[in-house]
C-alpha cells in the first residue's frame, strides 16, 4: 500500500467514525426573503397560521423584482435561529425544541408595535447560509425602528425620534435611521 493510500484510508475511516459520533449532517435547504416577516417570502406558518397575512407584498414595477416586505430586528434573529434550529419556536419544523423562542417573541413584538421597515425583495434570490445579506435588509434611512434595532440601519447611524407625550406612550423606544 502507498503512502496517498494509507492517508486516503485513515481519512475514510475518521470520517466514519466523526460522522457516526455526530451523526450525518442534513443539507440545508435555501431560504427566500430570508431576514424579512414570514416564512418563504409569506405570512405566518406554523401552529400561529394565519390566512391572508402576508409580510410580503407583491408589487408589478419595473424597480422592484418580485415585491416589498416587512423587515425588523425580529425577524432578523427568528430567520438565522431557525436556520440552526430547524425544530424551533415557528421555525417550519414540529416545534419539539424550545430554541427561538426569545427571537420569535421579539418578532411578534416588533411586528405588533410597528417596529419594523420596508425593503424590496427578489423573491426568487435563494440563501443557504443563514446569514442575512445586511445590504438587501438594512433599514435604510428615515426608518423606524426599535431602539434595539439601531445597528439594522444601513449607514450604522439612527436617533431617538421627538414625539409628543401620547405618540411616546404606544411606541417609547421609537428610533429613526439616519
Not at 55 to 76: A, E, R, T, Y
Not at 122 to 140: F, H, Q
Request: aromatic share 8%; proline share 4%.
Amino acid at each position: 500500500m502507498t503512502c496517498r493510500a494509507r492517508k486516503n484510508t485513515i481519512r475514510r475511516i475518521l470520517a466514519t467514525v466523526v460522522i457516526g459520533l455526530a451523526g450525518p449532517v442534513a443539507a440545508q435547504p435555501n431560504e427566500f426573503c430570508f431576514g424579512a416577516g414570514g416564512m418563504q417570502c409569506g405570512g405566518v406558518t406554523g401552529q400561529l397560521a394565519v390566512q391572508g397575512v402576508a409580510f410580503c407584498l407583491p408589487v408589478q414595477s419595473p424597480l422592484v423584482k418580485n415585491g416589498i416586505c416587512k423587515v425588523h430586528g425580529g425577524s432578523w434573529d427568528h430567520d438565522t435561529c431557525c436556520f440552526a434550529n430547524r425544530n424551533g419556536v415557528e421555525c417550519g419544523g414540529d416545534n419539539s425544541s424550545r430554541a427561538c423562542e426569545a427571537a420569535w417573541n421579539k418578532s411578534i413584538h416588533r411586528t405588533v408595535w410597528g417596529y419594523y421597515w420596508f425593503r424590496a425583495t427578489d423573491y426568487t434570490r435563494a440563501n443557504a447560509t443563514g446569514v442575512i445579506e445586511t445590504a438587501l435588509y438594512c433599514a435604510p434611512s428615515g426608518a423606524q425602528l426599535h431602539r434595539n434595532d439601531r445597528q439594522r440601519c444601513c449607514n450604522g447611524a439612527a436617533s431617538a425620534v421627538p414625539a409628543d407625550f401620547w405618540a411616546r406612550v404606544a411606541r417609547p423606544s421609537l428610533w429613526r435611521c439616519q
